[in-house]
T-cell receptor, first 111, second 117 residues
Framework: TQLLEQSPQFLSIQEGENLTVYCNSS?????LQWYRQEPGEGPVLLVT?????EVKKLKRLTFQFGDARKDSSLHITAAQPGDTGLYLC???????????FGTGTRLQVFP | DAMVIQNPRYQVTQFGKPVTLSCSQT?????MYWYQQKSSQAPKLLFH???????NEADTPDNFQSRRPNTSFCFLDIRSPGLGDAAMYLC????????????????FGPGTRLTVL
């Protein structure tokens, strides 16, 4: 069974702080997607990483895919209250049409 | 422009009373997914359609059924809702899925929050 563990599970920080969320597995994925979900809404795609070692930046968010394509990280610089939400990583498997979702990280950024 | 539409956004039903949730898409994607999400947890896949081919997850209760009458629409039927079925139900689509190394994105709808009284 493929599993994706995210850490930390919960994170409460002050505006302006930096943070990193980790997404780890023992399985290899063909790609990995990061989503942010706000209360009462569906997940919204932030980025897809495909190549081992790939780094993508989206304004203050930096995403990295591990060299072996088993893990990923999301780094937020100078967090803002608008970054508050549930962050989900999701790995794409070679053998099925479905995503394996991580356990989620709930981020709260206080003004 | 809305791409994955779910109706209704909020649904209240009584214990044991059948309920149907609706999803439509304007993307002409081949794959449609139904997920169940409980508070602050990751979405849990119930089943998905690749075109007309239905794929049920092994741990999806028989109480949950799905129909896909055409490319654009997919329905989730809960035959006898229990209190434990109260959750957010998310519909998602992707063009061709993620198998065999494809990297298609899944696009999610806004969800339907189901309350069971």
């Amino acid at each position: 069974t493929q599993l994706l563990e995210q850490s930390p599970q919960f994170l409460s920080i002050q505006e302006g702080e930096n943070l990193t969320v980790y997404c780890n597995s023992s399985s290899v994925f063909s790609s990995l997607q990061w989503y942010r979900q706000e209360p009462g809404e569906g997940p919204v795609l932030l980025v897809t990483v495909v190549t081992g070692g790939e780094v993508k930046k989206l304004k203050r968010l930096t995403f990295q895919f591990g060299d072996a394509r088993k893990d990923s990280s999301l780094h937020i610089t100078a967090a803002q209250p608008g970054d508050t939400g549930l962050y989900l990583c999701a790995g794409a498997s070679y053998n099925t049409d479905k995503l394996i979702f991580g356990t989620g990280t709930r981020l709260q950024v206080f003004p | 422009d809305a791409m994955v539409i779910q109706n209704p956004r909020y649904q209240v039903t009584q214990f044991g009373k059948p309920v149907t949730l609706s999803c439509s898409q304007t993307l002409n994607h081949n794959v449609m997914y139904w997920y169940q999400q409980k508070s602050s947890q990751a979405p849990k896949l119930l089943f998905h359609y690749y075109d007309k081919d239905f794929n049920n997850e092994a741990d999806t209760p028989d109480n949950f059924q799905s129909r896909r009458p055409n490319t654009s629409f997919c329905f989730l039927d809960i035959r006898s809702p229990g209190l434990g079925d109260a959750a957010m139900y998310l519909c998602a689509t992707s063009r061709d899925g993620t198998g065999q190394g494809r990297t298609d994105t899944q696009y999610f709808g806004p969800g339907t929050r189901l309350t069971v009284l």
